[in-house]
């Protein structure tokens, strides 16, 4: 399949977990992909086993969470392939702890990827797409967006932030040919639980999450390229997907 041949692409938050799998299938049907992250170790491997399986991969060692890098990388790709058509904003932060004794650091790590970094890329992707007639951009959220639990304050009301700003994006980016989707996620078996900065909160959302099986990354990945391969007219909105057994 090569439904994304000539295309390019930049997927953020790509060493790992959902950007490292939508990568990979991006890739295989035809896209040049640019994978962001900071970890440039596995950024490079990643990149290796695309283009061993015959596709094409570039790395861009990035944090996004600074704004100016987000918009930096954006306009970096567009200028050298004089175009971008897919712009996925995958990476995020899930640094959960109880409210009144979360340290600001991981609060701002929260609201500087989640939000301030996404809207950054967003906003550079808009004048190279529109100057192509089109493109796409994804943007990953989470049912945490409205399943609001003690603890997830913060990150809750950043996944709220990135489905009302994309919907409102949504709406202004139409008349440019650009389309924009949300990509809600239940659990997904990837790292970013692994940062939840609350021993307790972590505790209580594994046992949780031990009743039933979760998501993969490949589960998303597929989700966000079914979406990025409609054809032009086609407008997915939003795209909610949960593990069978998670009851909220």
Not at 105 to 121: F, H, K, Q, S
Not at 128 to 135: D, K
Not at 145 to 151: M, S
Request: aromatic residues 4%.
């Amino acid at each position: 399949m090569a439904e994304l041949e000539g295309k390019v692409a930049i997927v953020t938050g790509a060493s790992s977990g959902i950007g490292e799998a939508t990568v990979m299938q991006l890739a295989a049907r035809g896209a040049t992909v640019v994978a962001a992250a900071r970890r440039a170790d596995r950024l490079e491997a990643l990149a290796a086993r695309v283009v061993a399986a015959g596709g094409r991969c570039e790395t861009a060692v990035s944090d996004l969470a600074d704004a100016e890098a987000a918009r930096a990388l954006v306009q970096g790709v567009a200028t050298r392939h004089r175009r971008l058509d897919l712009l996925v904003n995958n990476a995020g932060a899930m640094r959960n702890a109880f409210l009144a004794g979360a340290a600001p650091a991981d609060l701002d790590a929260m609201l500087d990827l989640n939000v301030r970094g996404l809207i950054a890329a967003c906003q550079a992707a808009l004048s190279p797409m529109r100057e192509s007639g089109g493109g796409h951009i994804v943007n990953v959220a989470s049912v945490a967006a409205w399943l609001c639990t003690p603890g997830a304050a913060t990150y809750s009301a950043t996944k709220a932030a990135v489905r009302a700003f994309s919907e409102a994006l949504r709406k202004e980016a139409i008349r440019f040919g650009i389309r924009v989707t949300v990509i809600s996620p239940g659990v997904v078996a990837t790292e970013l639980t692994d940062h939840i900065a609350d021993a307790r909160i972590r505790s209580a959302y594994l046992q949780w999450t031990e009743g039933f099986e979760p998501l993969q990354s490949e589960d998303v990945a597929d989700a966000i390229v079914w979406a990025a391969t409609r054809p032009a007219r086609v407008g997915v909105n939003e795209i909610v997907l949960r593990p069978l057994g998670q009851d909220r």
